[in-house]
């Protein structure tokens, strides 16, 4: 089982930016696929980006050139890059490790097995 841990959330201004971290541990063979979620208050689990072992990326459209997911694999850690926050990108962020696919990662969340327990961002006006 792949142990996740989150940090780097807080609160700030809207319009201003933010990097998150995620420590990966416990995992065996290739570095699995990655990605970042949130759950806002009354909202669903939204898949916000991801990030296989090949460098391929895939956005969200709310969070496309905003946002920017990265990863350390030597120091098992990856990033999530928030510029330009708003207030509706407040919510618990979750990182998420799984299998990876040929055919590139995806933002669905049944696409991964292992999840952090989150990491709350605030971004106010």
């Known amino acids: 089982q792949v142990h996740l841990v989150e940090s780097g959330g807080g609160s700030v201004q809207a319009g201003g930016s933010m990097t998150l971290s995620c420590g990966v541990s416990?995992?065996?063979?290739?570095?699995?696929?990655m990605a970042w979620f949130r759950r806002a208050p009354r909202k669903g689990r939204e898949g916000v980006a991801a990030i296989d072992r090949a460098g391929r990326t895939t956005y969200a459209d709310s969070v496309k050139g905003r946002f920017a997911i990265s990863q350390d694999i030597a120091k098992n850690t990856v990033y999530l890059r928030m510029n330009s926050l708003d207030p509706e990108d407040s919510a618990m962020y979750y990182c998420?490790?799984?299998?990876?696919?040929?055919?590139?990662?995806?933002?669905?969340?049944?696409?991964?097995?292992?999840w952090g327990q989150g990491t709350q961002v605030t971004a106010s006006s």
């Open positions: 998420a490790a799984g299998p990876y696919y040929s055919a590139g990662p995806r933002l669905g969340d049944n696409w991964y097995d292992s």
């Open positions: 416990g995992y065996s063979g290739h570095w699995p696929s």
